[in-house]
């Protein structure tokens, strides 16, 4: 029973340790699987990794060795193979190796001799004493690796990349900072060696560099206590700090006190991106110079104001700078808007419309030659003005030395008259005797001739000989008796001659020579007792005068019957037109009878022609009485946009088959015009007409109104075809057609542009093939009460 009882107990305990073992073989397989799939995937890892990463077992547990090149390697240190290598070897490497020692083997056969002793020793001191080390090491390939070597736990881990690309750009990086460093010392050794004062500040506004000028000239002992100090140079500060936060840069004259002395100094500051600098320019010497130079410009000023001759000077711009008190005198100039430096050309402008200019056809090409003195002139010009007002003024213009012109002027009206009294023989002789055609004799007060002229001598045959020495009155006379014998004439300029001081009085007359010639001659007696006497040959003039009185009368006979032909004419064609048009528009009414579609086209046809032509009668009676000079205006104030969108309505109207759509451009200025309402309404009807005949599907029409410079501009512009330049130049011509489809354009815009002449404007026609056509006229604001016949 005992045995039998101890082996059931055997039995149960060898069943109850069965189970215990299969429990924990279960549980021991479950963590061998996660380990395996934590090192499946810590491979995994590795594997990725760009570089190497090499592990050795404990560190007393030895490695293989491997043969490398000991003549690089340190005495008594061999590199051991690593237990393990993880990562994409053949990528880093370039060659595929099986086990770790081969891989750890062509690993250091790739490293440059030279740096295996130091990776050996390093490698040595890890897996002895677990001395970590970061190494590069050079490739034989122009290459580098960086190596990082740790333990972990037991193990040492070295961790191996190319860093080939990354130390490039870090040599690179290197070069150029050491570089940069080089030029910043080099431009702070030169900002030290300024003479003037320079500073920066941080963005807080404090000075946080100075040079040594900037030390010297606030007196302080070292750079290093002024900036301690936070001596500032020149006042304003705070001013200039809030405009360089705007991203302003600053400059002002600041007067200072520098090393005990008061300096002029131009101070700038502008922006940097961790704060400020500054850097201060002395002016003093400069200063001082436009101190002197200011003085004396005061001083030149104030004795030009007490010149009586007028002084402006303009600078560069052309802009008034100086004047005196005789200029603003001379000219009738206030001088609070002279004050304001007024541009040369204003003035002129100003001058102009007070009539103080002389008159000029051109004024603005005039204009314009003054104004280029400014950069022409190099020498001194002098000029005359003649004004209207009677006066002769004296122009000196110069240039400035300083860039600009210097202008004086001086009124020599009174000097002019004295030179005119003084010089009155020097004028006669020399102009009257040297530049015209008249024949010229001076009388003395003896009788005797005293000069004479060569127009004298061919005037009147006469050999230069015969009048060598000083004829008498009467010997003259008896030469010139040959060609004219009427003794009255002679005897009345004998008198005037040699007559007391109550014969001495002008006397003109004619004289008709022997040959037909005619002359005219003057008897002048002269202040200083002498006498002249001129002859002017008007034989030329005398035929030109009576072929043109013959012509004149001729064509005023032509115009008087061409204006009886065409106003009789006109009118002899409207009784029968007027049958025509009335019998016309009869038939079309159906009163007489239904017309067929044929018959009324017809009828349609004939009722246009007529209307055609009775405005055309129209237009030639209006050309007559225009230039009959009997047609008036009737001026009344006509509202400009009601004028333009009727006369658009009517031509509309008239205008068979029209679908051009018609654009308003009227501006808000304009409101009325004075003018004749039903002629302007003839010259919009007639100007919209034009347009729309010679407009396409898809082209529009635009009228336009403005105002300004005291007249009103009104314009037709289209879209169409435009006319040809042949037409253009002929388009105001009467009975002008346009000669590209036998439509009548010229007799119409001959009468517009007569209407507008009327009133005192202007019009114009402009036009460019393929672009349309602009026809434009200008009224004055204001009635010109005007008649064809003005």
Not at 196 to 204: F, H, K
Not at 406 to 411: G, R, S, T
Not at 466 to 486: A, G, R, W
Request: hydrophobic share 40%.
């Amino acid at each position: 029973m005992g045995a039998v009882s101890l082996a059931l107990a055997c039995a149960f305990w060898a069943a109850a340790s069965n189970a215990e073992a299969r429990r924990v073989q279960t549980s021991l397989k479950a963590k061998l699987k996660d380990s395996e799939a934590k090192l499946d995937h810590a491979d995994a890892v590795l594997s990725s990794d760009p570089g190497l990463v090499l592990v050795w077992g404990e560190v007393s547990h030895a490695a293989p060795s491997l043969p490398v090149p000991t003549a690089y390697l340190p005495k008594g240190i061999v590199p051991m193979a690593p237990n393990w290598v993880m990562g994409d070897f053949e990528a880093l490497l370039g060659k595929a190796e099986r086990t770790p020692a081969e891989q750890f083997r062509t690993l250091l056969m790739r490293i440059r001799n030279e740096d295996l002793s130091s990776f050996a020793v390093a490698l040595d001191d890890l897996r002895a004493r677990g001395t970590p080390f970061s190494l590069v090491l050079t490739r034989k390939d122009k290459g580098e690796f960086e190596v990082i070597g740790e333990t972990v736990g037991p193990r040492a881990v070295v961790r191996i990349r190319d860093v080939s690309g990354a130390l490039r750009e870090v040599k690179r990086l290197t070069a150029l900072l050491e570089g940069t460093e080089v030029e910043r010392r080099q431009l702070a050794d030169l900002l030290q060696c300024l003479p003037q004062p320079a500073w920066l500040r941080d963005r807080s506004g404090k000075l946080t560099w100075l040079n040594s000028a900037y030390a010297h000239a606030v007196d302080a002992s070292s750079l290093e206590n002024a900036i301690d100090d936070q001596v500032e140079l020149a006042d304003g500060v705070k001013e200039r700090l809030a405009q360089i936060t705007n991203g302003e840069t600053t400059q002002d004259r600041r007067y200072v006190v520098a090393a005990g002395d008061r300096r002029a100094m131009d101070v700038m500051e502008f922006p940097l991106p961790d704060g400020s600098g500054g850097i201060a320019i002395d002016q003093s010497e400069a200063d001082n110079l436009d101190q002197k130079l200011r003085s004396k410009v005061e001083a030149h000023h104030s004795t030009l104001e007490h010149l009586t001759s007028a002084v402006a000077i303009f600078d560069e711009a052309r802009t008034l700078q100086y004047f005196n008190r005789a200029f603003a005198r001379l000219w009738d100039l206030d001088r609070e808007w002279l004050g304001t430096h007024p541009p040369h050309g204003e003035i002129l402008d100003r001058l102009r419309e007070a009539r103080r200019l002389p008159e000029q056809r051109d004024f603005r090409g005039w204009k314009d030659q003054r104004l280029s003195l400014y950069t022409t002139l190099t020498d001194i010009k002098t000029d005359t003005w003649h004004l209207p007002d009677g006066r002769s003024v004296r122009i000196l213009a110069r240039p400035h030395p300083q860039g600009g012109m210097i202008f004086l002027y001086e009124d020599v009206s009174e000097r002019y008259a004295l030179e005119s009294q003084v010089n009155t023989l020097a004028e006669v002789q020399r102009k009257t005797l040297d530049h015209l055609d008249e024949g010229v004799a001076v009388f003395g007060t003896d009788g005797r001739l005293a000069l004479h002229n060569m127009s004298f001598e061919t005037l009147w045959r006469l050999e230069p000989d015969q009048l060598s020495t000083p004829l008498h009155i009467n010997e003259v006379i008896t030469l010139c008796k040959d060609l004219f014998d009427q003794e009255p004439i002679w005897r009345t300029i004998r008198a005037r001659v040699t007559g007391g001081e109550d014969a001495r009085t002008d006397h003109r007359g004619e004289m008709r020579l022997i040959d037909g010639s005619l002359l005219l001659f003057e008897v002048q007696p002269l202040r200083s007792g002498q006498t002249l006497v001129t002859f002017l040959d008007q034989t030329a003039q005398d035929k030109v005068r009576r072929a043109l009185r013959e012509r004149n009368e001729a064509l005023e006979t032509a115009d008087r019957l061409k204006s009886a032909f065409i106003e009789n004419v006109s009118y002899q064609l409207r009784n029968p037109l007027n049958s025509i048009l009335g019998f016309s528009e009869f038939l079309q009414t159906g009163i007489a009878g239904d017309l067929n579609e044929k018959q009324n086209e017809y009828v349609g046809d004939v009722i246009r022609g007529a209307n055609q032509l009775r405005d055309l009668i129209d237009d030639i009676l209006d050309l007559a009485m225009i230039e009959a000079g009997t047609l008036s205006l009737e001026v009344s104030e006509v509202n400009v946009r009601g004028l333009l969108e009727g006369a658009a309505r009517m031509a509309v109207t008239r205008a068979e088959h029209s679908a051009v759509p018609i654009r308003y451009d009227i501006s808000e200025a304009v409101d009325v015009v004075d003018a004749d309402e039903k002629r302007l309404r003839q010259v919009l009807f007639a100007l919209m007409s034009n347009a729309i005949r010679h407009c396409r599907a898809g082209d529009e029409i635009t009228l336009g109104a403005t105002r300004e410079a005291g007249q009103v501009t009104i314009w037709v512009k289209d879209t169409g075809p435009g006319l040809p330049p042949e037409i253009l130049r002929r388009a105001f011509d009467s009975f002008a057609s346009d000669d590209t489809g036998g439509r009548r354009a010229g007799l119409g815009l001959a009468l517009v542009k007569s209407f507008i002449d009327l009133h005192g404007g202007w019009v114009t026609l402009d036009s460019t093939e393929g672009q349309g056509t602009i026809a434009t006229f200008a009224l004055p604001e204001r009635a010109v009460h005007s008649n064809a016949a003005e």
